[in-house]
């Protein structure tokens, strides 16, 4: 796996892996802006409800995606070292949440007044995760 990754990067996952992890990042913001939208908490006169809600959700598809892609090219080739601990706790975390909302979301049955604290939840993960990697690496230039 990881001559797959160096291959198709071309030598530059560090680089690559911070990309689309920021790009994940601005999409997540872009998701609190639908989803206040969405529950009626902001009003934008161009953007109703209903599709803000269905926009929050195809973003989040496309989020989970570029996670599971940046979390398989994290491990295959920087693997659990000492020096990502927080990192690859916070993404462990990030992961396991995204998959309990997704499956609570999917079931139907959402409580509803408990998906803005697992939003949040992964949101605030998501940012951590961020931070202890990709935030970093852009410091560090």
Known sequence: MEDLVQTL???NV???KVV???VAA???VYQLVLIAVGYGKVRLSFLAPPP???AHRASGDAIVVI???VALMCLSVFGFDDDGGAHAIAGVALLSLIAVKVAIV???RASGRYLP???ISVFVLFALTWATSAGEFLADR
């Open 20 to 22: 689309l992890a920021s």
């Open 9 to 11: 990067t071309r030598g």
């Open 52 to 54: 803000a809600a269905r």
């Open 117 to 119: 604290l697992l939003g």
């Open 26 to 28: 601005a999409l997540a």
């Open 67 to 69: 996670a599971i892609l």
């Open 106 to 108: 999917r079931r139907g």
């Open 14 to 16: 560090t680089e690559v």
